[in-house]
């Protein structure tokens, strides 16, 4: 079956901790994408990748890094300067920029600082 | 700057009425605009867009769309709500000018029955 993957489903940090959350796409699409929920908040944009080794900034990207060294991964690491963690983090992809295109969204991963 | 706006936190509908849920958009050129599915503790399901073409944009599971240009709206309609119509809904724009999806905050749909 064709989709994007992410795991874990929860995750528990630490306070100082650095944790790196994962995202798998079988959709051979180009594009894919960090989004970070909250309630009330809607979706906001943490980083996002039009292509291999190239990836840009979103809204809310101080605390977090990403890689792009395959087409098919896009792991999300949230550091330990990031001081409010505790979110639902969505991973996305689309064959091309999402202006024009919809994108596919895996399951989440709900990250908890303890 | 693009903005999506979902001016309603909560929709309640009886079941077998009809559903609307709002959106209002405000982007540089012509919009993009998106409409998705959130179940509990899940990722978000597409459901309709509009790139350009006919007004009214039909989608997944019955619903459609209307986009308005003079209102700037992009309303999500159901002729007739199902209790399993019961999530959050969320309204996302773009352009051609822009590099990213906005979204809205999002409206939760109950429909009782």
């Known amino acids: 079956d064709g989709g994007i993957t992410q795991s874990p489903k929860y995750l528990f940090r630490k306070e100082g901790q650095n944790v790196t959350l994962s995202c798998e796409q079988n959709?051979?699409?180009?594009?894919m994408y960090w989004y970070r929920q909250d309630p009330g908040q809607g979706l906001r944009l943490i980083y996002y990748s039009q292509i291999v080794n190239d990836f840009q900034k979103g809204d809310i990207a101080e605390g977090y890094s990403v890689s792009r060294e395959k087409k098919e991964s896009f792991p999300l690491t949230v550091t330990s300067a990031q001081k409010n963690p505790t979110a639902f983090y969505l991973c996305?992809?689309?064959?091309?920029?999402?202006?024009?295109?919809?994108?596919?969204f895996g399951q989440g991963t709900r990250l908890t600082v303890v | 700057a693009q903005s999506v706006a979902q001016p309603e936190d909560q929709v309640n509908v009886a079941e077998g009425n009809p559903l609307t849920v709002k959106c209002t958009y405000s982007?540089?050129?012509?919009?993009?605009l998106f409409w998705y599915v959130q179940y509990p503790n899940r990722g978000l399901q597409f459901l309709l867009k509009?790139?350009?073409?006919?007004?009214l944009v039909k989608g997944s599971y019955g619903f459609e769309a209307e986009f308005n240009k003079s209102q700037t709206s992009f309303h999500l309609k159901k002729p007739s709500a199902l209790v399993s119509d019961s999530a959050l809904y969320f309204c996302a724009g773009s352009s051609g000018s822009a590099r990213q999806l906005t979204f809205g905050s999002g409206t939760q749909l109950t429909v009782l029955p």
């Open positions: 982007v540089s050129g012509n919009p993009y």
């Open positions: 959709l051979n699409h180009d594009a």
């Open positions: 509009y790139i350009t073409g006919d007004n």
């Open positions: 996305a992809s689309s064959t091309q920029p999402t202006r024009n295109t919809e994108a596919f």
